[in-house]
């Protein structure tokens, strides 16, 4: 991976989740910049606004107030200064036809959010991972959910 930080951003509005991703985040061997938002309205002004330099990826829950992550997710995809974002999906969600449509939407991997903390820290990094050595190319379907 490069040496360079990577600018993510996590959207979800759940705190603990929050929390354990920015603990996970920095136990990684990784650099990074992490920005947290708590709802899809705030991600989505966030990625609009011309001073704020693109992420490498965004992690994207499903189920949050005011602007959802499928909703989130259609923007992105439909906005040419944004399309090329990987959008990673991180959600409790696990219904294989939801898992199914966000690939045929665009989203670059899906993960499952992990009840432990390594197996969050293994999933992010693999993400992150795919996303460095391939950030312009969705995965094969068979590559898109990430589990520990």
């Not at 947290?36 to 829950?61: C, H, R, W, Y």
């Not at 906005?79 to 999906?89: A, D, H, Q, T, W």
């Not at 391939?134 to 898109?144: E, G, L, S, V």
């Amino acid at each position: 991976m490069s040496t360079t930080p990577l600018n993510l951003i996590l959207a979800d509005d759940d705190t603990d989740d929050c929390f354990f991703f920015k603990e996970a985040i920095e136990e990684l061997p990784i650099a990074a910049n992490l920005t947290i938002v708590n709802d899809g309205v705030q991600l989505m002004e966030l990625l609009s606004a011309k001073k704020t330099l693109l992420p490498d990826a965004v992690f994207l829950d499903l189920n949050m107030p005011r602007k959802n992550g499928f909703e989130c997710l259609a923007e992105i995809k439909i906005n040419s200064e944004l399309m090329n974002i990987p959008v990673i999906i991180y959600s409790t969600s696990l219904k294989a036809e939801v898992v199914e449509l966000l690939y045929q939407k665009g989203a670059h991997l899906y993960i499952c959010k992990p009840g432990e903390f390594d197996n969050l820290k293994e999933v992010i990094l693999k993400a992150l991972t795919i996303i460095s050595e391939n950030k312009q190319t969705n995965p094969a379907r068979d590559k898109f959910m990430i589990q520990p």
